[in-house]
Structures are given as C-alpha cells and as structure tokens.
C-alpha cells in the first residue's frame, strides 16, 4: 500500500454536471430552405424548438498530496457558471450566443463552444473532456 507523501504519482479524473435550457433552429445558411428542411426534418423549424440540456465537464491531472485534489469543485462549478450557464442558460443558441451566428447550433458544435469557453478559463493541460447531452437518448463527447 502506498502512503501519501510516497512519491508515487496518483493520477485521477473528476467529473462535475450541470444542466441548461435553450432553444435553437438546426439550419445552414450554406444550404437552401429546402436542403436544410430535408436534412434536420422538424428541428429546422422556423420558429425553432428547445432543449434541456445536460453538460458533464471531466477534468483531469495528478492528485495533490496535500490537498487531496485534482482540482477544487468551486473553482470548476465557477469556471461552468461562466462558460456554460450564463451564456447558454435560457437562450435562444442562434440570436443570443454569437459563435452561432455562422455556425450550426448542432450538439456537436454547442460541445465545441463549451470546450473552447472552458479551455479559456482552466489551467492548461486540465480539460479532459466534455460531454453534452441534448436528450437521454444522444450525447456528443468532445476532447478537444
């Protein structure tokens, strides 16, 4: 058995979860009305639909000897506050967020806007990865 303080390198990764709600419109500005209503059926509707969304954020890195931590909870609950629920949370993704204005507000997109929002907030080298999902049926991983 291994003591802490041993100099035996603990690596770990923590997960923490948030939930938000948004509406959105899946439609391409380079395809036609047509195109975009073949391709995304009902969730191109014009007057869009909305989502409750579930956001799992893992970080990873070694386990502080002293602290006992990969990183403190109130420090990632407060870099999510910023990344994710205050610019995502009862939004419409297409008017409201600006990375969406030429960018399909796809799952897979909305996870590349959390990456990246995150990347900018985290000490370098702790995002491990995100997972969005848009029902309890499909999620999107990205790792960056």
């Given at each position: 058995m291994s003591k802490v303080g041993s100099g035996r390198r603990r690596g770990a990764r923590v997960t923490r979860l948030v939930s938000f709600s948004a509406t959105h419109r899946l439609h391409s500005k380079s395809l036609s009305n047509?195109?975009?209503?073949?391709?995304?059926?009902?969730?191109?509707?014009?007057?869009?639909?909305?989502?409750?969304y579930k956001v799992e954020v893992t970080v990873h890195g070694e386990i502080d000897p002293v602290t006992g931590m990969v990183m403190n909870l109130t420090d990632l609950k407060k870099h999510m506050e910023e990344a994710i629920m205050k610019p995502l949370d009862h939004k419409?993704?297409?008017?409201?967020?600006?990375?969406?204005?030429?960018?399909?507000?796809?799952?897979?997109?909305?996870?590349?806007?959390?990456?990246?929002?995150?990347?900018?907030?985290?000490?370098?080298g702790v995002l491990y990865k995100v997972k969005v999902y848009e029902t309890d049926n499909n999620s999107v991983v990205y790792k960056g």
């Open positions: 047509e195109e975009n209503l073949r391709l995304f059926g009902k969730c191109n509707n014009p007057n869009g639909h909305g989502h409750n419409n993704l297409d008017l409201d967020v600006p990375y969406f204005t030429d960018t399909v507000s796809t799952t897979e997109n909305v996870a590349v806007y959390i990456w990246e929002s995150l990347q900018k907030l985290l000490p370098v």
